[in-house]
Each structure stands twice: as C-alpha cells, then as structure tokens.
C-alpha cells in the first residue's frame, strides 16, 4: 500500500518562496525507485518538475526550475520536499507528487513521463500573481 500525501501549496507573490512537502508511505528510495514532482496548469499537459532517486544520485530538473527549485528528502520522516524559490507566474499549477518502482536512467530517456508513475499524491495548489 503507497500512500502519498502533499501540503504546503498556498498563493505567494512572483519572487516570493514556498515548500512543497510530501509525505510517503509504502514506498521507499532505492536506486530502483524514483520519486518527484509534476505540476499540471490549466490547459496544459502534466509535466515532471524534479525527479529524484536515492542519495547520492543527482536528480531531474526541469530546465524551466533548474536554478530556482530543488528537491530534497528526509529519510527519518520519509518525506520529500520540493524548495522553490524566486517563483515567477508560470509556476502557478497543481503540484503533484509522484513515485514509480524505475530508476532515472529508465525514465530519463522516456522523458519523465506522467503516465510512467504509478503511484500519485492528491495535489496541491500553487498560486504565483504578479
């Protein structure tokens, strides 16, 4: 059973900072899984933010977040977070959390692929205004 819980969405002014925190359970890091973030806007497709593997492999990053967010875990609290800083209105969307049993270097030349993931958190809303 892989429970994912995400908090910490909110409404935040461009340039401002929010932490995204998901909570797993049933579902741990190994080099074979990976576990991350998507977000969806309205009218667009889902898309991977940051995805992550165990520590000491570097993670995925969107080109569109690579300076700005990055993605963290608490093995002690199995949790994963998600620091974005210096938002900008385009990263206002639902944020996901998602975990897979793959590792990067199989999902990696798939593209991150929404449909890849089998396991989803609820989402939560992250407004950025101007």
């Known amino acids: 059973q892989v429970q994912l819980v995400e908090s910490g969405g909110g409404s935040v002014q461009a340039g401002g900072s929010l932490r995204l925190s998901c909570a797993a359970s049933g579902f741990t890091y190994t080099i074979h899984n990976s576990m991350g973030w998507f977000r969806q806007a309205p009218g667009k497709e889902r898309e991977a933010v940051a995805v992550s593997t165990t520590n000491g492999i570097k993670p995925y990053y969107a080109d569109s977040v690579k300076d700005r967010f990055t993605i963290s875990q608490d093995s002690a609290k199995n949790t994963v977070y998600l620091q974005m800083n210096s938002l900008k209105p385009e990263d206002t969307a639902m944020y996901y959390c998602?975990?897979?049993?793959?590792?990067?270097?199989?999902?990696?030349?798939?593209?991150?692929?929404?449909?890849?993931?089998?396991?989803w958190g609820q989402g939560t809303q992250v407004t950025v205004s101007d």
């Open positions: 998602a975990a897979v049993n793959a590792p990067l270097s199989w999902l990696s030349p798939r593209g991150f692929r929404a449909a890849d993931f089998g396991y």
